[in-house]
C-alpha cells in the first residue's frame, strides 16, 4: 500500500513543490494551509510534514494536538526560523525530526524516508510487545473448568495492584504461566520480570544472589554486582519455590515486602526499591508454620492474594482442551502431520493420574508426536512408558495407592479411620497419625471437617 503524507503549510508555492515531489515519489499526498485543517484528516496520515509558523496556530501547539489525535504518526517539523533550541524544543514535544528551510527536495526525501522507517521499526516493536503479552493472555492459559475460571477472575483483580500474589499447587501446574500473565497485564508490563528459583541457588550464596554484593565483601568479590531485587527495579520479582528459602534469608525478604529496602552484602547502605513480589510454592507453608521452619510473619506478608491452582487430576474437563491446545502447537516443531487425537486416545489421557500435571501432559504430547506416523493421534501413539494410566480390575498392574483413590483422597481416609479408632478424640488421632493436634485441626478444615 502507498504511504500517505500529509504537508501543513500555509506558503502555497512550497506546498506544492512537496506535493509533486512526494507524488513523484510514489506517495499519497493531502494537504493544508492551517492547523485546523489538518486536524480533521491527521488520523490517516503515515508521516506529517508540518509547518513550525502557522495561522491561527503555533507548530508546537499544533504537534501537541497531532499526538493526542494520532499518537504513533511521525511528525517533521520545517521552519525558516530554526536553532537548536527551537530543534530541541519541537523534538521533547514528539517530533521525530526536523527540517532548516530552504532545504533540497533531496534532503527533504531522505528525512521522509528515515523517519517512515523510524515509525516501521515502532510499529514493529509495539506488535512485537503485544504479541508477547498475548502469549500469556487468559485464553492462552487452557482452563475451561470452574477452578480454572475462578483464577482468571482473580488475575484481572490483584494484576493492575501491586498486591503481593502467593501461589500454591503442585509441581507442573502452571504457576510460572500464572505469574507471568499476572506481570504482563499490569502496570509494570514494560519493566523487568525476574525469575528466582529458590531451589537452584545454594543456600550460601543466596543473599548475595538476591541483594548484590560490594568489592571485597568476600574472597572473589573483585567487583561490586547488583542483585536480583536490584534488576527487578520498578518491575516484577517471582519467587519460584518460597518454602525453600533459609530463615536468615526470610528475614531479609521480609524487611522488602514491609520497607522496600535492603543493603547489599558487604554495604552498610540502604537502598530503595520498588518491586512487585509474587511468590510460589509446593509445598504446604501451614505445615512448615507449625514445625517452625517458615515465618509466620513473612507467610501473612506473602499471603495477601493467595491463588491455589488446581492439580490437573482435579480439573480433568481441562485435559481435552490442554491435549489439543499442545498438538496443535507442538505438532509444526516436532514435523508431525497430526491434528487431532481419536477418542480412544483421549480416553486414555482422561483415564491417567497424571502426577506430573500439565508440565506431564505436554511431555506426553510431545512424545507421542514424535512416534506418530497418521495424521491422528491415537491410544497407541499415547506413550507414558513407565507412569501407567490406573484402570479399575487390572490385576496385572502394581499400584502403589489403592485402586482409584489419589493421594489426596488416601490421606482423607487415613485421617477419617483414625478419628473412628479414637471414637472422635482429636488428640488421641493426631497422636495415631504421627502429628500435632494443630496440624491435625489444619487438615480437617481443608476437608471441610470441623476443627
Known amino acids: 500500500m502507498k504511504k500517505r503524507i500529509l504537508v501543513v503549510e500555509d506558503e502555497e508555492k ?161 504457576k510460572d504461566l500464572i505469574a507471568r500473565a499476572i506481570h504482563f497485564h499490569s502496570p509494570r508490563r514494560d519493566r523487568p520480570l525476574v525469575k528466582i528459583n529458590c531451589t537452584a541457588i545454594p543456600e550460601n550464596l543466596m543473599e548475595s544472589e538476591l541483594f548484590g554484593y560490594e568489592k571485597g565483601a568476600f574472597t572473589g568479590a573483585n567487583t561490586s554486582k547488583p542483585g536480583k531485587f536490584e534488576q527487578a527495579d520498578t518491575g516484577t520479582v517471582f519467587l519460584d519455590e518460597i518454602g525453600d528459602v533459609p530463615g536468615a534469608i526470610q528475614v531479609k525478604l521480609l524487611r522488602i515486602l514491609q520497607e522496600r529496602e535492603f543493603e547489599r552484602l558487604g554495604s552498610n547502605v540502604t537502598r530503595h526499591i520498588d518491586v512487585r513480589v509474587i511468590a510460589a510454592t509446593n509445598q504446604d507453608l501451614r505445615a512448615a508454620l507449625e514445625q517452625g521452619t517458615f515465618r509466620e510473619d513473612l507467610y501473612y506478608r506473602l499471603n495477601v492474594v493467595p491463588i491455589d491452582i488446581p492439580s490437573l487430576r482435579e480439573r480433568k474437563v481441562d485435559i481435552p482442551f490442554l491435549a489439543n491446545h499442545f498438538v496443535r502447537k507442538l505438532a509444526p516443531e516436532t514435523g508431525c502431520r497430526a491434528e487431532s487425537i481419536t477418542g480412544a486416545a483421549m480416553e486414555k489421557l482422561m483415564a491417567y493420574h497424571w502426577p506430573g500435571n500439565v508440565r506431564e501432559l505436554e511431555n506426553v504430547i510431545e512424545r507421542s508426536l514424535v512416534m506418530c506416523a497418521g495424521t491422528e493421534l491415537d491410544a497407541a501413539d499415547i506413550k507414558m512408558e513407565s507412569a501407567r494410566p490406573r484402570t479399575q480390575g487390572s490385576s496385572d498392574a502394581p499400584h502403589f495407592l489403592p485402586d482409584g483413590l489419589t493421594l489426596d483422597q488416601y490421606e482423607q481416609e487415613i485421617i477419617r479411620e483414625a478419628l473412628r479408632r479414637a471414637d472422635g478424640n482429636k488428640s488421641q488421632a493426631a497422636r495415631l497419625l504421627g502429628l500435632t493436634r494443630n496440624a491435625l485441626r489444619y487438615r480437617l478444615t481443608q476437608m471441610g471437617m470441623e476443627a
Not at 512526494?22 to 493531502?30: T, Y
Not at 528525512?111 to 521499526?121: G, P
Not at 504479541?131 to 485464553?139: K, S
Not at 492462552?140 to 498486591?163: C, D, H, L, Y
Open 14 to 174: 512550497l506546498r506544492r513543490v512537496i506535493e509533486l515531489q512526494l507524488i513523484s515519489a510514489g506517495f499519497d499526498v493531502d494537504k493544508a494551509a492551517m492547523a485546523e485543517e489538518g486536524l480533521k484528516i491527521v488520523d490517516r496520515a503515515d508521516l506529517v510534514l508540518s509547518d513550525l509558523k502557522l495561522p491561527n496556530m503555533d507548530g508546537l501547539q499544533f504537534l501537541s494536538l497531532i499526538r493526542r489525535q494520532n499518537a504513533h504518526v511521525p511528525v517533521v517539523m520545517m521552519t525558516a526560523y530554526g536553532s537548536v533550541e527551537t530543534a530541541v524544543e519541537a523534538m521533547k514535544a514528539g517530533a521525530t525530526d526536523f527540517l532548516l528551510k530552504p532545504f533540497s527536495l533531496d534532503h527533504l526525501m531522505q528525512v521522509v524516508y528515515k523517519a517512515l522507517e523510524v515509525r516501521a521499526l515502532r510499529d514493529e516493536n509495539r506488535e512485537l510487545k503485544e504479541e508477547l503479552g498475548r502469549r500469556y493472555e487468559f485464553d492462552n492459559i487452557i482452563g475451561r473448568s470452574p477452578g480454572m475460571q475462578e483464577i482468571f477472575a482473580v488475575i484481572e483483580r490483584v494484576a493492575p495492584t501491586r498486591a503481593t500474589v502467593l501461589l500454591a499447587g503442585e509441581s507442573g501446574v502452571g
